[in-house]
């Protein structure tokens, strides 16, 4: 399957959640084997957020795929990757880990983001400082 930035948008569809998670599976072994990182990474961000149960492993998975990684563009990726974790560790009621995440987030924001990416983690952890009461 010759994977394409449109064929990776076209495989998530919100009424087949199993049918996308495996869709987003073969997309990212097609991408890992093209040794195209930037939609190998994609498609794992895109399964961390089908498959809620799994999303730590999925993010995992795309943080070990970008350790070799220099490019920029590609290495924006951390910036969604720890927020979309932040979230989902926020969501299951673990604030420390939240926290950790976010600035994370805001770390790679500073580093291969845009400003806009910064004030969105900014937000994030003064969100979860507040609700954990000042972590």
Same mark, same amino acid.
């Given at each position: 399957m010759p994977v394409e930035q449109a064929l990776l948008d076209s495989l998530w569809d919100f009424s087949d959640a199993a049918g996308s998670e495996a869709r987003l599976r073969d997309a990212a072994a097609a991408a890992a084997s093209a040794g195209l990182t930037f939609l190998h990474v994609d498609a794992l961000h895109m399964l961390a957020i089908a498959d809620p149960e799994h999303a730590d492993e999925w993010t995992d998975a795309a943080l070990a795929a970008l350790e070799d990684v220099d490019e920029p563009r590609t290495l924006r990726w951390r910036v969604s990757l720890y927020n979309n974790l932040g979230w989902w560790h926020a969501d299951s009621g673990r604030p420390d880990e939240?926290? =950790?995440a976010f600035e994370a987030s805001r770390d790679a924001a500073e580093r291969w983001g845009?400003?806009?990416q910064v004030a969105w983690a900014d937000e994030a952890i003064a969100e979860v400082r507040?609700? =954990?009461g000042d972590l």
């Amino acid at each position: 399957m010759p994977v394409e930035q449109a064929l990776l948008d076209s495989l998530w569809d919100f009424s087949d959640a199993a049918g996308s998670e495996a869709r987003l599976r073969d997309a990212a072994a097609a991408a890992a084997s093209a040794g195209l990182t930037f939609l190998h990474v994609d498609a794992l961000h895109m399964l961390a957020i089908a498959d809620p149960e799994h999303a730590d492993e999925w993010t995992d998975a795309a943080l070990a795929a970008l350790e070799d990684v220099d490019e920029p563009r590609t290495l924006r990726w951390r910036v969604s990757l720890y927020n979309n974790l932040g979230w989902w560790h926020a969501d299951s009621g673990r604030p420390d880990e939240a926290l =950790a995440a976010f600035e994370a987030s805001r770390d790679a924001a500073e580093r291969w983001g845009t400003p806009q990416q910064v004030a969105w983690a900014d937000e994030a952890i003064a969100e979860v400082r507040g609700d =954990a009461g000042d972590l």
